[in-house]
């Protein structure tokens, strides 16, 4: 019984743990991508989003492995170090460097290779004001109705912010739902390569485009 009684009591202290934990997690989440959406020069006031809990989650993980790093290579043994290694990981090499090249599913911050839908006239709007290119139509026999692949970097409830994958720099631009229809897979297919022209538009890989191009 005596043994028993020790694991409730552990259990107990573990669970009145975990609020506090989740509350952690889903701040540093909620600051790992605020800090990602500098890039493009937003600012995410909604909360309530699960994945800010993923990130979070993502976050605190690779910074344990980041300080049994600086623990192992005795790092922190240089005092004035100590507090600048921390702070340059939240601010700088995470949110920056390792968050943009995790999976979204996993709770990363890739972008995402998508084409916009919508009608003709939505479809030339893009093109002709953010450069994100046309997808021919029945080879060209009917108005496009369906952009080339583009670049997804945030989908919130009522916008998303897209930027065109054609190898050039182009706009980046928070586009309300009312601009196109949904999402589709391109039409011409991508490889896993088509990915890379997306990172030209954050920092700090746009410093690298001749190695990303």
């Not at 701040?27 to 309530?48: I, K, P």
Request: proline share 7%.
């Amino acid at each position: 019984m005596s043994g028993l009684k020790k694991i409730g009591d552990t259990a107990k202290e573990y669970i009145g743990f975990w609020p506090l934990a989740l509350a952690c997690v889903y701040v540093a989440g909620f600051a790992v991508w605020n800090r990602f959406l500098t890039n493009f020069g937003l600012f995410e006031f909604n909360l309530l989003r699960t994945q800010f809990i993923s990130a979070g989650i993502l976050a605190v993980v690779c910074f344990y492995f980041y300080l049994r790093f600086i623990f192992i290579t005795r790092i922190l043994d240089w005092r004035y170090f100590r507090y600048a290694l921390v702070f340059t990981y939240w601010i700088y090499l995470f949110p920056l460097i390792i968050f943009p090249l995790v999976p979204q599913w996993i709770g990363g911050g890739k972008p995402i290779i998508t084409s916009l839908v919508g009608t003709s006239t939505q479809i030339m709007y893009l093109e002709d004001s953010f450069q994100i290119p046309s997808e021919p139509n029945s080879e060209g026999k009917k108005p496009p109705i369906q952009t080339r692949p583009a670049c997804l970097f945030f989908a919130r409830e009522n916008r998303s912010v897209i930027g065109p994958a054609t190898g050039t720099v182009g706009r980046i631009v928070a586009l309300p739902d009312d601009q196109f229809i949904g999402f589709s897979r391109p039409a011409s297919g991508y490889s896993m390569l088509a990915v890379l022209p997306c990172f030209q538009y954050l920092r700090p890989y746009s410093h690298f485009r001749w190695i990303i191009l």
